[in-house]
């Protein structure tokens, strides 16, 4: 998987933002790049982290003490996804 691969939707809520979201087995994670991301203004992107309904801290994934991890660049998404490929041991599904 590359990024240009990655199918992102425009967000309802915010005209200029974008989500998409791909399922590892039990955990999902959201790509995410909106006004409210944390690195939009330089055109980076935000992950977080799902195990159901909740979002989850995961070591190696997100940042400590947290759940999610921003100012990511496109290559930076990269690693992290492929990093949750070799956690779960599950190629992503994607879905919105």
């Known amino acids: 998987m590359n990024f240009k691969d990655i199918k992102f939707d425009k967000l309802d809520d915010f005209p200029y933002g974008i989500n998409a979201m791909l399922s590892f087995g039990d955990y999902d994670v ?3 790049q ?3 991301s944390y690195g939009n203004k330089q055109g980076l ?13 995961l070591p190696g994934i997100t940042n ?3 759940t999610i991890a ?3 660049t496109q290559d930076a998404v990269m690693v992290l996804l492929k ?10 599904n994607e879905f919105n």
């Open 34 to 36: 909106n006004p409210m």
């Open 45 to 57: 992107y935000e992950i977080g982290v799902f195990k159901g309904e909740d979002m989850v801290e």
């Open 83 to 92: 990093k949750m490929y070799t956690i779960t041991g599950v190629l992503p």
């Open 30 to 32: 959201s790509v995410i």
């Open 64 to 66: 400590e003490n947290d």
């Open 70 to 72: 921003g100012f990511l």
